[in-house]
Nanobody, 120 residues
């Protein structure tokens, strides 16, 4: 039973920081690239960041580059997203996902996500 449980979201003022966590179980965590997606109201779900199986290579959407950092701890089966200098446009539900090999598209169903709200 694959399970991905996101946590760490909340309400923060612009310029603030949050650290999201995703606890994974039910599969061999280190065998998959992992990613963070987000979806704002009336917008498509978008890829925010991804990390290779070992975490040695990462990629970011242009909108978050320089502000967000994805990392993973394979010993703890956990992937993180450190978000700094948050902007109002970062408001969204954030989801973690494992990526399908080769095509790097999300594999499996979406979990509950965690809400991030950036507001004055």
């Amino acid at each position: 039973q694959v399970q991905l449980v996101e946590s760490g979201g909340g309400l923060v003022q612009p310029g603030g920081s949050l650290r999201l966590s995703c606890a994974a179980s039910g599969f061999t965590f280190s065998s998959y690239a992992m990613s963070w997606y987000r979806q704002a109201p009336e917008k498509e779900r978008e890829l925010v960041a991804s990390a290779t199986r070992s975490g040695d290579s990462v990629n970011y959407a242009d909108s978050v580059k320089g502000r967000f950092t994805i990392s993973r701890d394979n010993a703890k089966n956990t992937v993180y997203l450190q978000m700094n200098n948050l902007k109002t446009e970062d408001t969204a539900v954030y989801y973690c996902a494992r990526l399908r090999p080769l095509f790097n598209t999300p594999l499996g169903s979406w979990g509950q996500g965690t809400q991030v709200t950036v507001s004055l």
